[in-house]
């Protein structure tokens, strides 16, 4: 849904009139005392091996079975018996190389009871068991040992059938779906890295674990379909959730260990606000207020600015669902209340519903005035206590006193006898300011009594306890200069409240609230819809600058974001959450792409919201939708194709030779980590590809005289190939020294130099994925053979299921694992919990991982893939991520363009990259040091195709001028030289040929060579690209007899080229391709 058009006037009720009309209530959503909305009774569990912590013992024997599993029976247990010992989880049966699928059995045609096995067992139950018919004399203890039987037979039947291979007839002639996993299956307890050490388990509801009798049924379930067994020493652990854990969402502090403060979490980004969460209590900062800044960093600090908590003592908390736009958190209180909070991304308000709890707010400080919002005219006040006159601002009674929001309740406050008394406002709308000139709104589903301490004024409590639903709103002040902020912290200016349409805004909308969301996708054809994809590219490039790989694009994905959403009141209509619409906050890219009917401009919403990306934009609606173009570059680009229809000979035999070479002195080695084997594997694809490209620029045969020969970049491409199969298959058998591993406990590809020392993982398949789609392009049997071990790793990397924690499928992988897709780009800090919420370094390498991905999806099932579109969904996550990248990474200070201005402040942008990227700091450097180099290459490698898409032309052009040129001119190491002279390329292709005829490949970066950057050189070039200008000689041939034994016209190749000079070896100690014949 999306909204558009002038703002109603205030009016329709308790949120934004005069209207006395306080009866509607908000009833218990739960059904008894079930835990469980009865709607979402069916969402809560997953397919297959996720059956539920209450149901029968008897494993069931049927698919329908499966899919219909209940937990809804929450209220005949104690929440003792809900308390389960997940530290203690059983071990369990021996594992294999799949996952177990629950759509393995479809339901059978059923026979009529009189014939078949409905019949006979008709017969044996209903007659001979229970004498249904008065037939069968039967005594008891028979009848009972033959029920005992029967169900012992039931239970073991599923266990014989599938350990003998047995295919049901109802499944012949189909293929059981089931997800191939060729990995060892890994017990983490034998490598000291448990899950319990991790996460706390403790903190997910029941409703979304796994019954532990119930992991060893699905790991049997494995076993039966597959004869390969894992060498580990311990068996391992089925799952503890029902879905894969989401190691890339953005509430994951929330479930990893603690800080030793208070046992309060590390802080989780909710954009615009920040969460803490402990036993007891659910803390909300508003991290901008606090914001540092210098010539490297934007760093926001997490204060409490406000902490929610209940009188009631909290008997435990759980998170009880999320998405990937939210989490829901519960605290459960003594006598079966409790209470809870939707954390939704993008959302101004601060949402919590109670159900017979007393809520309890408390500051940072102090609560400076606690009043209601109005003065005696109705409007809302400028800042409180601007209008009052000396003396307590509570105390003066005004015609806003007595309104159906809020109105104070006399409690004998005027007698100055004794200690001050509390004040008390009853309604439904309230306004908190706290020592730092922080206000705040407050809304109420139902009316509601609270009570302010005059004394520490420390905290604002309900009266009794309540039911209901709270939204609070920070009215956002304008940032404080950063750089001049006190240590204490700072004191905010008032916002003239009577006037702000922001305030105004916040009001009408607060009736609406978020519970969760969901994304999809769609994609469409530029050449099926022609107009809407020029006018989607037309939006697009008025935000980006886009270069002609971008703009050539075939296709068009369109993102939507679902929001659930409840109103503050249960009755309500559907016309009636049409007309409020629910407000929201958008971050830059999303404000830049979407349709501007769903903006609110300045003008309308005068407030601003930031966060570390920037101002957001308020956006009206529960549905978002935006495109994104999907780049057409597949293993080279338009302007590589462009160079070698055109390539010059002797450019061609520089670099056929020098991958000769490369081929001789950069090879892998199996002693490497996953990390730099996978670097240094994708550099031999890469010398295997652009080996592949020369044949493609020549011709395979020349004629001399009568003899035919062939082309030398036949042979040195096929040395390649063989090279690169050799390594890949080598590691893929498990020959390597570090290890891919299959974690079946958390769902996803793990390295055993990761579970030995968890800082020791760099990303497991970044470049692996990269090499293996350039063999698999080159060499099919290696798709036939290894597809499987590859497709897991793109699965890891790039599953597009399992989104939320209520079901999973087949493919046991988390959806998309590393995106955000609210912030629109990946982060890779996993399982590690960090002060600044998630955060990522290298964007490149991201961008490179979903390229990789990409280029494996089309060799493994090409572009055309209708059914699934696994294809387009790899590519889109592949256009996001060089979105965000160019957004939030990318920087050009003094941009004049107001469409898309720099997110950051003009100091950092002087640096015009970003070296790491949190969700509460910004900092141009990198965690292995801060010199201006080491952030920009770390940001730009590894070198492939897709990294002209990832930079426009304008940025590198300034980027090398401002910076990398003047690091050119000091030493730049030798590892890293190879980046900056493909850095410079796509300045000057022909300085840069001359600059990287120096290279040495050995000594270069991993995952670089010198036949790398060459190619990369003449791609950069285009068809225009001459270095020699029209000559064909190679080197000027000083020597009196060019004709000798190292003459090119000594050897038939070259010779057929039209080349002259000195050929073999040349002057440079190079041996050409074309030296194997010699006439």
Wanted: with cysteine.
């Amino acid at each position: 849904m999306s909204y558009s058009g002038q703002l109603p006037p205030l009016g329709g009720g308790k949120y934004g009139s005069t209207d006395n009309n306080s009866n509607n209530t908000l009833g218990n959503p739960f059904i008894g005392s079930s835990l469980v909305p009865a709607e979402q009774e069916s969402q809560l569990f997953g397919e297959g091996f996720i059956p539920t912590d209450n149901e029968e013992e008897t494993p069931p024997t049927s698919a329908s079975n499966l899919r219909l599993l209940d937990s809804s029976n929450f209220s005949d247990q104690t929440p003792d018996s809900l308390a389960m010992n997940f530290d203690a989880e059983e071990s369990l049966m021996s594992p294999s190389n799949h996952l177990f699928s629950a759509d393995e059995f479809q339901q059978p045609y059923r026979p009529s009871p009189e014939t078949g096995l409905a019949g006979c067992l008709s017969n044996v139950i209903g007659d001979r068991l229970l004498n249904v018919h008065g037939t069968y004399r039967v005594s008891s203890g028979k009848r009972v040992a033959m029920a005992v039987t029967l169900l012992l037979s039931l239970y073991t039947l599923p266990f014989f059938l599938s350990s003998i291979g047995f295919v049901p007839w109802y499944r012949k002639g189909r293929a059981p779906k089931i997800m191939p996993v060729p990995f060892p299956m890994i017990n983490r307890v034998d490598y000291g890295d448990p899950v319990s050490g991790i996460i706390e388990k403790s903190l997910f509801h029941p409703s979304l674990l796994i019954k532990p009798s119930w992991r060893s049924y699905a790991i049997s379930r494995v076993v039966a379909y597959s004869g390969n067994h894992t060498h580990e020493r311990n068996p391992p652990r089925g799952p503890f959730l029902k879905v894969p854990f989401p190691t890339g969402a953005f509430w994951t502090n929330f479930v990893l260990q603690p800080t030793t403060d208070h046992e309060t979490s590390y802080p989780i980004v909710a954009y615009p606000y920040a969460f803490k969460w402990a036993p007891s209590l659910l803390q909300a900062s508003y991290p901008p207020l606090r914001r540092r800044t210098d010539a490297i960093s934007i760093r926001d600090t997490f204060n409490p600015d406000l902490t929610f908590g209940t009188a009631e003592e909290v008997i435990r908390r759980h998170i009880v669902a999320f998405d990937p736009l939210s989490v829901t958190v519960r605290y459960e209180t003594e006598g079966g209340g409790y209470w809870e909070s939707f954390i939704v991304m993008g959302s101004p308000y601060i949402t919590i519903k109670y159900h017979d709890a007393t809520p309890i707010f408390t500051p940072l400080s102090i609560f400076k005035f606690f009043v209601c919002p109005r003065d005696e005219d109705g409007n809302y006040k400028n800042g409180v206590g601007v209008n009052h006159q000396k003396g307590d601002p509570n105390e003066r009674r005004t015609a806003g006193n007595v309104w159906g929001v809020c109105s104070k309740i006399d409690n004998g406050q005027h007698d100055n006898t004794g200690p001050p008394k509390p004040t008390i406002l009853q309604g439904v709308q309230f306004l908190f300011q706290t020592q730092e000139n922080l206000n705040w709104l407050v809304f109420s589903s139902e009316p509601i009594s609270l009570s302010f301490d005059n004394i520490s004024k420390r905290t604002v409590s309900s009266l009794e306890k309540f039911t209901g639903v709270i939204r609070i709103a920070l009215i956002p002040p304008p940032l404080p200069d950063a750089k001049n902020v006190a240590t204490g912290g700072p004191v905010h200016d008032n916002i003239p409240l009577s006037t702000s349409s922001g305030v105004r805004r916040l009001i009408y909308h607060s009736y609406i609230y978020p519970t969760g969301g969901k994304v999809t996708w769609d994609f469409s054809s530029t050449s099926s819809n022609p107009i809407a994809a020029l006018a989607s590219v037309k939006k697009i490039s008025a935000a980006t600058t886009l270069n002609r790989n971008t703009e050539k694009a075939e296709k068009i994905a369109t993102i939507k974001f679902h929001y659930t959403t409840a109103t503050m009141t249960e009755n309500s209509s559907t016309n009636r959450k049409f007309q409020y619409g629910l407000l929201m906050m958008s971050l830059p890219h999303h404000a830049q792409l979407m349709d501007s009917s769903s903006l609110l401009m300045s003008g309308d919403f005068d407030l601003v919201y930031n966060c570390i990306k920037g101002a957001m934009t308020p956006v009206v609606g529960d549905i978002w939708s935006y495109d994104e173009p999907l780049s057409p570059v597949k293993f080279d680009d338009l302007d590589a194709a462009s160079a070698l229809a055109v390539i010059h000979p002797r450019v061609r035999h520089v670099i056929l030779d020098n991958i000769e070479k490369d081929l001789k002195m950069v090879l892998p080695t199996l002693d490497e980590n996953i990390y730099g084997f996978g670097k240094q594997v994708a550099r031999i694809a890469q010398l295997a590809h652009i080996a592949d490209q020369m044949v493609s620029s020549g011709q395979r045969r020349f004629k001399k005289g009568n003899r035919t020969i062939e082309d030398p970049a036949i042979s040195i491409r096929d040395n390649a190939i063989s090279s690169l199969y050799e390594y890949l298959s080598e590691f893929l058998q498990d020959n390597g020294r570090d290890k891919l591993l299959y974690d079946t406990q958390l769902g996803g590809i793990v390295t055993e130099d990761g579970l030995l020392n968890p800082q020791a993982d760099f990303g497991n398949g970044r470049y692996l994925l990269y090499a293996c789609a350039v063999m698999g392009k080159l060499n099919a049997t290696f798709v036939n053979e290894f597809g499987p071990y590859v497709d897991a790793l793109l699965y890891d990397v790039a599953h597009s299921s399992n989104s939320d924690s209520t079901s999973a499928d087949e493919v046991f992988f988390p959806f998309a694992r590393h995106k955000s897709w609210f912030d629109g780009h990946s982060f890779a800090s996993g399982l590690f919990p960090f002060g600044n919420g998630k955060s990522q370094e290298s964007s490149s390498e991201a961008v490179n991982c979903y390229y990789g991905a990409y280029l494996w999806s089309l060799v493994r099932w090409g572009e055309s893939d209708d059914i699934n579109k696994r294809t387009d969904f790899i590519a889109l996550l592949l256009a996001m991520e060089i979105r965000g990248a160019k957004e939030y990474w990318h920087m050009l200070p003094n941009v004049a363009s107001t469409t898309n201005p720099s997110v950051y402040d003009e100091q950092l942008t002087k640096n015009y990259m970003v070296g790491n990227l949190g969700m509460l700091d910004v900092t141009c450097s990198t965690w292995f040091g801060s010199n201006k180099l080491y952030v920009h290459m770390i940001n730009f490698m590894p070198v492939t195709a897709i990294t002209r898409v990832l930079f426009d032309q304008r940025y590198i052009e300034e980027e090398y001028e401002k910076v990398i040129k003047p690091l050119m001119q000091d030493t730049v190491e030798m590892p890293w030289r190879g980046y900056t002279i493909a850095d410079h390329a796509m300045v000057d292709p022909v300085a840069a040929w001359e600059e990287a005829q120096n290279l040495e490949s050995y000594r270069l970066d991993s995952a670089i060579s010198k036949s790398q950057v060459l190619y990369w050189i003449l791609s950069r070039g285009g068809s225009n690209f001459s270095p020699f200008g029209n000559s064909t000689e190679l080197i000027p041939d000083k020597s009196s007899d060019s004709s000798g034994s190292a003459s090119c016209e000594s050897y038939e190749a070259c010779a057929a080229l039209n080349l002259t000079g000195v050929c073999c070896p040349t002057h440079a100690g190079i041996s050409l391709g074309c030296c194997n014949a010699r006439l």
